[in-house]
């Protein structure tokens, strides 16, 4: 029963690709992967654990082999709930960066609206909240004025962390960043901040018209990096990727593979240990997700075992790693909930060793110093 299950699970996983790829590139689905009619409640439970519901909608199928009636409604109503939320975000992201540019504070847009553009139809990628980065500088400023227009909410006076604060406004969850991304290494880190200083605080800068708004974007180079970092730092973190974050990303590097600087990111990459998680990466870009092979930057197939422990883990977690099974399971109490904590992330580091070994050591370093270093400090706070 249990591989009759295994097997049944593959298909289903094979056509929601499938899928995601017509998708993804406007292209006719490929109907070798449906000799008969699919099992359109599996797939779409699948797509929605992923987050790519709307790329699914946009399939196109032969009579014979289209979901029934009430799959149909479903993908409809999923599709119209996607471009509201959009047109919220749209919404709120204007009001944000015109409030905070009349006090002299100019954010710069990190992913959500800004990859979405990316997308043949950027409304149906389903959104997730607004990250601006404010930089050290204004950090500070940013914050108080944020606090000030929160209203009405059960947070009221959000949550910050190293990186970022975190807060509602209105309904739409918003972080304001101070750090980009914070990597394991110190001098890695040391390093990828003077970077990021470089690019977004420089004279290079993209951006989009958001309703009449403009709305200043990463350059080229710093995305193409960092779309991909972000995804990797949710995979080996604990947490999880979807494939909604693989597809920002493989979307980005078709949209921009004319300009990116391969020479710089080759370079970047290697500085920041991520040289060989972008080479995991690649069969999944190219051979799951559909993008052409040259516009990939520095493709090998010599870790493709890897890249299918990598995208066996990215099935079982969903986005983010929300249907991780044992995220439901956390004791009540603070040191047993901690050492749950410890426990999950060491089974999901042993699981990923063997994938990137130097990577995963430093990452799995790197959690039990921030552990630690988190006891003690609450540990104080509360005597």
Not at 164 to 192: C, D, I, M
Not at 201 to 217: F, P
Not at 224 to 248: K, P, S, T
Not at 338 to 345: E, M, V
């Amino acid at each position: 029963m249990d591989s009759y299950r295994s097997k049944i699970m593959k298909i289903v996983q094979q056509q929601l690709f499938a899928l995601v790829r017509a998708g993804l590139w406007g292209a006719p689905t490929d109907m070798v992967f449906f000799p008969s009619r699919p099992d359109w409640e599996s797939i779409c439970a699948q797509a929605a654990r992923q987050t790519v519901s709307g790329l699914v909608a946009t399939a196109t199928f032969p009579p014979a082999l289209r979901p029934p009636l009430c799959i149909e409604s479903r993908l409809r109503n999923i599709t119209i709930a996607t471009i509201r939320s959009h047109a919220l975000l749209n919404r709120t992201l204007v009001e944000l960066i015109d409030r905070f540019r009349q006090h002299g504070i100019y954010p710069v847009l990190l992913k959500g609206q800004g990859v979405a553009s990316n997308y043949i139809e950027p409304t149906l990628r389903i959104c997730g909240d607004i990250d601006l980065y404010i930089g050290k500088q204004d950090y500070d400023r940013a914050c108080r004025l944020a606090k000030s227009w929160i209203i009405n909410t059960d947070n009221e006076h959000g949550e910050e962390s190293e990186k970022h604060y975190h807060f509602k406004y209105g309904v739409v969850t918003v972080e304001l960043h101070r750090l980009a991304e914070q990597l394991s290494l110190p001098w890695q880190n040391a390093r990828f901040q003077v970077w990021t200083q470089k690019h977004l605080h420089g004279a290079h800068l993209r951006s989009i018209v958001i309703e009449a708004t403009v709305i200043s974007l990463p350059p080229v180079n710093f995305d193409a990096l960092y779309i991909f970092e972000h995804a990797w730092h949710h995979l080996i973190d604990g947490m999880g990727v979807g494939l909604r974050q693989l597809c920002d990303w493989v979307r980005y590097l078709y949209c921009f593979h004319d300009e990116i600087n391969r020479k710089e990111l080759e370079m970047d990459l290697k500085a920041f240990g991520l040289w060989r998680p972008w080479q995991i990466f690649g069969p999944i870009a190219v051979g799951v997700l559909g993008l052409p092979v040259e516009m990939y930057p520095f493709y090998t197939d010599r870790y493709s075992k890897q890249s299918v422990a990598i995208l066996e883990m990215i099935e079982r977690g969903g986005n983010f790693g929300f249907f991780d099974a044992s995220l439901t399971q956390r004791p009540q109490g603070y040191i047993s909930g901690k050492l749950h904590s410890l426990a999950r992330r060491n089974t999901r580091f042993g699981k990923l060793l063997f994938i990137a070994p130097k990577e995963i050591l430093i990452g799995w370093s790197h959690f039990l110093y921030v552990g630690v270093k988190t006891v003690i400090s609450d540990k104080l706070h509360l005597s």
